[in-house]
């Protein structure tokens, strides 16, 4: 009956829900026959019945229900109504919504983990790492990255009760949002397959784990197949992490013995640290850098970082650019060095040898290779991560101090050439610019440096070098490939902001080509490359010539268009006096009491002004077409001038 119902057949299906007062709906797609369903329990329809049969012939069928943010939030209101569908109404379902919305101090409450399901859940939000604050990515704005035809917002405001028409708008907007999520899946179908692969070779689900998790999760296995409760230990019946905790760490007690300088500067900077104590990781270095050569180098917990600026570099008949990088260089230093958490023990450093050498074993392209890139680059960033069982700070400023330190040894023996020049500095390599008949020099001297830190150089050769500063850079191949960095980047990953991808082009056209920027940008064919969008907080609005729109937008900057204005909540409580700076809190609120709220000048700014809502114009002076729906744009009025600015702002600087 059932499958005749619903007409299922293997296969995963993409879903959303959406869920309102005094209506919940759920929009499905089937991925491979593209049959929809739409559920919906208000006062006007009752699909509970349905919803349960739906979920129940899904399980039947070994399919898995696709979502995008669904295993926090879309997955648990679903399995509540199955759960509870004898006594469910409207309100529950709502109730269960926000109370999973507004956790946010307990985000695993509400979680239905794997073994509980009644369908097995795939959440692209999770897979992409969207969970993570520095990639926090809506599907509103991947709607804009995937260049879609439409990017629609949640037409009404949370809370309120729907009339009929406004049910009506709210499952096509429901149904929107599951077909871009279809489309994101797939975008995502090699990374489920991957996971896939990973998940029936170990007997583990690693299908919602993100890539970083994935290599932690297997080297976690391994370390505890070799030695169980390393990781994890049961205490009065509960799972606990084990960790190394430490009240302050001398830098002297882990940098290594073999360090040493030549050059005053170096040497001041290793004497800085031999001589520092420190009892966080975080932030601890501030302005510590030296100056060897007129190149400036800047230390940090993360890494060093140095790089000449607004710089044209060429290699020609005389000379050469070369880029020297360390292979898996913090891995391979912990393997080297012996250096581990201590509560993993030095069983740590083989399996991590044996991880790295089994990588070796397997073509690139392969799921083991890329896995067990994930297991060896995942650990020395989790070793500073208090939730993680890798935590051991001391073992991170092993790894960071030495890090730097070694790398500037190779610094010290490479300036020693006669004409060779520091170009970069960055965390695990360098590039330098010299003259070729100093190259078997320049090899012996890294030769020399490998076999001291037992550590591999890989290198490679650039023809030209277009650097605005250590973060914003081209380089071309000497096989013409290039390779882009910061502003002058366009392909872009998923999280990041893909606007106006046509003045990196074209500065890159310029550079490489010889292109005129004008030129470029006048008969560039691709209208999706002059998008930009807006990507505003709840709390924010945006205004279009007045009126309001979507917090993400998509437009272009127009010659035909109007200003965008971005609308920001005032900083204090509204129409009261903004406050002088510097005031101590007592002192302020005793005046305030004592002056009830009015102006005085011991208190309040002297130009008398109040908290008022702030407004910002995006792109001051150029005016913008809003284009959320593509098909309501012809792209007649693109304002060329401004994406010519901007390009010429990534060359203007730039001097050979």
């Not at 709607?143 to 028409?165: A, H, T, W």
């Not at 056209?509 to 930009?532: C, Q, S, T, W």
């Not at 002088?580 to 004592?594: A, V, W």
């Not at 702030?614 to 959320?628: E, F």
């Amino acid at each position: 009956m059932t499958d005749f119902l619903f007409d299922l057949s293997q296969g995963d299906v993409i879903y959303d829900i959406e869920t309102y007062p005094n209506v919940f709906t759920l929009y499905a797609i089937h991925s491979v026959t593209k049959k929809e369903w739409c559920f919906e329990i208000s006062e006007r329809k009752n699909d509970l019945q349905f919803i349960c049969l739906f979920l129940e012939t899904l399980n039947k069928f070994n399919c898995r229900m696709v979502g995008f943010n669904n295993y926090n939030f879309d997955y648990p209101v679903v399995h509540f109504i199955y759960q509870n569908r004898n006594i469910l109404n409207i309100q529950l379902i709502y109730n269960k919504a926000m109370s999973i919305i507004n956790s946010y101090d307990d985000r695993f409450s509400h979680i239905i983990w794997d073994n509980n399901q009644v369908v097995p859940q795939i959440d692209l939000f999770k897979i992409h790492h969207f969970d993570n604050k520095a990639r926090s990515t809506s599907l509103k704005v991947l709607e804009f990255n995937m260049r879609s035809n439409s990017i629609q917002e949640l037409p009404f405001k949370v809370g309120i009760n729907l009339n009929s028409e406004q049910i009506n708008q709210l499952i096509r907007y429901n149904r929107h949002d599951v077909l871009e999520t279809l489309r994101f899946y797939e975008i995502s179908k090699e990374k489920i397959k991957f996971r896939e692969e990973l998940s029936k070779k170990y007997n583990k689900n690693f299908l919602n784990h993100n890539d970083t998790k994935i290599g932690k999760d297997y080297f976690i296995m391994k370390l505890e197949e070799h030695t169980p409760g390393c990781c994890y230990r049961m205490i009065n019946g509960q799972r606990k992490m084990v960790q190394t905790h430490r009240t302050s760490i001398k830098l002297k007690d882990v940098i290594l013995p073999y360090i040493k300088f030549e050059h005053p500067e170096f040497n001041r900077i290793l004497n800085f640290l031999k001589n520092k104590e420190i009892v966080e990781t975080k932030g601890v270095f501030k302005d510590v850098s030296c100056i060897v050569n007129d190149f400036k180098f800047d230390f940090g917990t993360g890494g060093i970082h140095g790089s000449v600026e607004n710089k044209i570099i060429e290699s020609d008949d005389e000379y050469v650019i070369e880029d020297w990088d360390v292979a898996s260089y913090y891995p391979n230093l912990a393997i080297a060095n012996g250096f581990y958490p201590e509560h993993l023990g030095k069983e740590f450093c083989s399996i991590y040898e044996d991880v790295y050498t089994q990588r070796k074993s397997y073509a690139k392209g392969t799921a083991e290779n890329a896995m067990l890139k994930l297991a060896l680059n995942g650990v020395y960033g989790d070793s500073n991560n208090q939730y993680s069982p890798f935590f051991d700070p001391q073992y991170t400023m092993s790894i960071t101090i030495n890090g730097q330190l070694l790398l500037c040894m190779l610094v010290e023996k490479l300036i020693k050439i006669a004409g060779l020049t520091l170009i970069q500095i960055n965390t695990d390599g360098l590039t330098v610019r010299y003259k070729r008949h100093d190259q078997l020099a320049v090899h012996t001297f890294c030769k020399e440096w490998e076999k001291l830190t037992k550590l591999t150089l890989e290198n490679v050769e650039y023809s030209r070098m277009f650097i605005r500063d250590v973060n914003n850079y081209i380089a071309e191949y000497t096989d013409g490939k290039v390779k882009r960095k910061g502003a002058y980047e366009y392909e872009m990953d998923w999280h990041q902001n893909h606007s106006a991808l046509v003045v990196a082009k074209a500065a890159e056209a310029y550079l490489i080509k010889g292109v005129e920027i004008d030129r470029f940008i006048k008969n560039h064919n691709e209208p999706m490359d002059f998008m930009l969008r807006t990507k505003l907080p709840r709390s924010f609005y945006l205004e279009w010539g007045g009126e309001k729109v979507q917090n993400v937008t998509r437009y272009y900057v127009s010659t035909d268009g109007d200003y965008l204005e971005k609308v920001m909540p005032p900083k204090g409580e509204p129409g009261t006096y903004k406050r002088k700076n510097g005031l101590l809190e007592s002192y302020y609120q005793s005046i305030l009491r004592e002056v009830g709220g009015k102006w005085n000048e011991r208190i309040h700014t002297k130009n008398k002004s109040v908290h008022e809502e702030r407004r910002t114009t995006i792109h001051i002076g150029w005016t913008v077409q809003i284009c959320n729906d593509i098909s309501d744009t012809t792209f007649t009025d693109i304002n060329y001038d401004f994406y010519i600015q901007e390009a010429n702002k990534l060359i203007k600087e730039l001097k050979k």
